[in-house]
């Protein structure tokens, strides 16, 4: 028998039980390329799917960890050949396939793209599923046709991971960038990567009107419930919001006021399924335009022993900008 570290997580009668095991590979799931795991990080997501405070998983047995880099160990797949080196997000990986908080994963090869050639496998994971989604919102809103002449860009849950990798694109693209937080004691850290301007999360969090004072041209919006009503109620005519998260909640308690008075638009991000042309233009984008020393500022990292803690923190809102899991001993 043949077995590599992983997190399991299982329903048990008290509720999700998260724990370490030697994961047995025949019980790994169906998948063309077998990927030996450097690389994970912890996102909110998992956060979610290891404490259990929302339905994630959708089987168990699950392995979680929506995101990874490493190696191609076997391949029946042309497209891909053993000592590759890859990257994975999305696509139900630690959902509803076995995911990335492991030594290994097998998954089909239409899911993994090629490590861009700028980035190392530890840094493609410090952008990792968070800060790919950034970049997917910022390219959401230069599709709709925004540019920093247009105005400002707000963005929400600025210390989080897809807050503060959005922060440095926007800058690096030219915006001036309002960055909303709940955690004065980043100021000094959002400015460092970029923030012209902070501001307390408590100014959108609450219920407001249909129609504020125009703000912002764009938004990056990573909270949602009356934190997006109020970014769309505060843009100004013709602007657009990029949707990406729902850290305060999934709701979304609006008006149409912003759309057919300002139209003002609201553009859906989604990471999971996003089609690998796209995929592959955003990781184009981030290897050439993220700044690394930003890259660096955003990331800690764990060893993979204490990623169950930091899972905790992460749903507590207690962790800043991106944490890379150091799965390779
Ligand atoms: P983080 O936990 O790193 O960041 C979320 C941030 O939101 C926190 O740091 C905090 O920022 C803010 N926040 C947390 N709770 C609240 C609250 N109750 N009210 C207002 N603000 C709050 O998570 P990620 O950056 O990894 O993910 C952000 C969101 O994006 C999540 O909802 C996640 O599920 C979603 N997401 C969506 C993806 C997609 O495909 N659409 C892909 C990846 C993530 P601060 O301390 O600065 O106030």
Sequence with gaps: ???????????????????????????????????????????????????????????FPMIPGIDFAGVVERSASPAFKPGDQVLLTGYGVGESHLGGFAQKARVKSEWLAPLPPGLSPAQA?????????????VLALERFGLSPQAGPCLVTGAAGGVGSVAVALLKKAGWRV??????????????????????????????????GKPRWAAAVEAVGSHTLA?????????GAVAACGNAQGLDLPTTVAPFILRGVALLGVDSVQCPMPLRLSAWRRLDQDLDRAALSAVTSHIPFDRTLDVARDI?????????VVDIAP
Excluded: C, W
């Design 125 to 137: 994971m410090a952008i990792g599923t968070a800060g790919f989604t950034a970049m997917l919102a």
């Design 1 to 59: 028998m043949s077995t590599f570290r992983a997190i399991r997580i299982d329903k048990a009668e008290t509720g999700i039980v998260a724990a370490f095991v030697d994961f047995d590979e025949a019980d790994l799931m169906e998948g063309d390329v077998d990927v030996r795991i450097s690389h994970s990080t912890v996102n909110y997501k998992d956060g979610l799917n290891i404490t259990g405070k929302a339905p994630i998983a959708r089987r």
């Design 178 to 211: 309002i960055a909303s937080t709940g955690r004065p004691q980043e100021a000094a850290y959002l400015k460092s990567l970029g923030a012209d301007e902070i501001i307390d999360r408590a100014e959108l969090s609450a219920p407001g009107k249909p129609l």
């Design 230 to 238: 109020n970014a769309l109620a505060q843009t100004q005519p013709h």
């Design 315 to 323: 749903v507590a809102g207690k962790v800043r900008g991106r944490v």
